[in-house]
Nanobody, 115 residues
Framework: QVELVESGGGLVQPGGSLRLSCAAS????????MGWYRQAPGNQRELVAA???????NYADSVKGRFTISRDNAKNTVYLQMNSLKPEDTAVYYC?????????WGQGTQVTVSS
């Protein structure tokens, strides 16, 4: 079992920045593919960004150039740096850890972009 705890969400004005963190409970964190997903009211959960165990990132087209995913295996933590935030980025953001057939989710953190 892997427990994931997200933090860093909140209210920010358009154009602002936030940094989300996701701390994992297990020391084998390094072998997991880590991802950030988001779900806005009435929408399906969608992939925002993911990073492989080897550190290779990929991003949804809607966030390319604005968001950066990174991981610190020594701290069992994955980050999502979000810049130039837009109102359409408003959603609950979830951390995901995946390895072969295993997948774990955090509880989610609310990000609201509004003036």
């Amino acid at each position: 079992q892997v427990e994931l705890v997200e933090s860093g969400g909140g209210l920010v004005q358009p154009g602002g920045s936030l940094r989300l963190s996701c701390a994992a409970s297990r020391r084998i964190f390094s072998i997991y593919r880590m991802g950030w997903y988001r779900q806005a009211p009435g929408n399906q959960r969608e992939l925002v960004a993911a990073i492989t165990s080897g550190g290779n990132p990929n991003y949804a087209d809607s966030v390319k150039g604005r968001f950066t995913i990174s991981r610190d295996n020594a701290k069992n933590t994955v980050y999502l740096q979000m810049n130039s935030l837009k109102p359409e980025d408003t959603a609950v953001y979830y951390c995901n850890a995946a390895y072969q057939i295993l997948a774990y989710w955090g509880q989610g953190t609310q990000v609201t972009v509004s003036s």
